[in-house]
């Protein structure tokens, strides 16, 4: 008699299975660092290509030989500090308190967001800010991005928020210093670092069962329908359960990477520049190579924030030989 259990048909590992609210994403955990830097950057997701480095992994069986290591572009043109805001602790959690925004603000940035018409002392305005540095909790910078910059055809900004490591007095300091001025991938990230990779993956639309969860056919004489699932349920309890694989939104979710190691940040377009990338073109400011691969499609916004979780180890910034040009 056979077992009355089997296991389920396709992998649960990506739920939930939902469309995500905007073309980029939201990171929610950071970790926090002692020094007062940011704790997170982003770029745009050129392309894959192969790296040549010296293995640096002392238990590695190819420890300090050449190896081929496949890579992900991702340009990183500076970003704009367009304001400061702080947060104070609330019984429902956090809240957002004070904001200062830049006195001079980009043509660009005010596609995006509402720019105040009236004349303001940004002086007196960080002056208050500061009298009431002990009750906040939090100090983040407001930041836009450049893409006019990169090699995409866009000039819309992404506008989003990234924490400042660090004591709330050092935090602020470090902010007010940054102030409408450009931030620099190097001044956050450094090569050898692991890191997370926050994006919204490659969308395919409404689907099917077959195609979003990988189940199997069914044989020809089940009820005339061959691409679903063969059973839904019992009949009690009366509902279906979220495990069983049904039709609905494939892609475009957002997902994170955890430890993607930074082989190399450069400024050398030419190194990785030859006759241009496909579907993105050529590459004109910093950029980052991460080891393997990233969610998303080209052109798409790739947030790179400090690993979360216990990386594989602290290693030093790689030696690479050569880089693939495309």
């Not at 429902?92 to 001079?104: H, I, M, Q, R």
């Not at 279906?240 to 892609?251: A, S």
Request: charged share 30%; aromatic share 6%.
């Amino acid at each position: 008699m056979g077992k009355a259990h089997s296991p389920r048909h396709g992998s649960m590992m990506v739920s939930p299975r939902v469309r995500a609210k905007r073309i980029y994403p939201r990171v929610s955990s950071k970790k926090n660092t002692l020094d007062a830097v940011p704790v997170e950057f982003a770029g745009y997701k050129v392309g894959m290509t192969n790296a040549k480095i010296i293995d640096d992994v002392n238990d590695s069986a190819t420890h300090n030989q050449e190896i081929i290591v496949p890579v992900t572009v991702i340009e990183t043109p500076p970003f704009k500090v367009l304001g400061i805001r702080a947060y104070k602790k609330e019984p429902y959690g956090l809240k957002a308190s004070t904001d200062v925004l830049a006195e001079k603000i980009d043509d660009n940035a005010a596609k995006k967001i509402t720019v105040p018409k009236k004349k303001r002392n940004i002086t007196k305005e960080l002056e208050s800010f500061e009298k009431d540095l002990e009750s906040y909790e939090k100090i983040v910078l407001v930041v836009h991005t450049q893409p006019s910059m990169a090699g995409i055809h866009k000039t819309k900004p992404e506008v989003f928020e990234i924490s400042v490591g660090g004591k709330i007095a050092d935090a602020f300091s470090y902010a007010k210093e940054k102030l409408g001025s450009d931030l620099p991938v190097d001044e956050v990230l450094k090569a050898g670092a692991f890191v997370d990779a926050v994006a919204i993956t490659k969308g395919h639309g409404f689907q099917g069962s077959i195609k979003r969860f990988g189940v199997h056919l069914l044989p020809k004489k089940s009820q005339k329908l061959r691409r679903k699932a063969a059973n839904l349920g019992g009949f009690h309890p009366h509902k279906v359960k979220r495990t069983v694989p049904q039709m609905g939104q494939t892609g475009y979710h957002k997902r994170t990477d955890y430890n993607k190691r930074i082989i190399s940040i450069s400024n050398d377009q030419d190194q990785i520049n030859a006759d241009g990338w496909h579907s993105y073109g050529l590459v004109k400011s910093s950029y980052v190579l991460l080891a393997g691969s990233v969610p998303g499609s080209r052109k798409r916004l790739i947030r790179i924030r400090n690993a979360v979780r216990d990386s594989k180890g602290k290693l030093k910034e790689p030696q690479v030989v050569s880089v693939y040009a495309k």
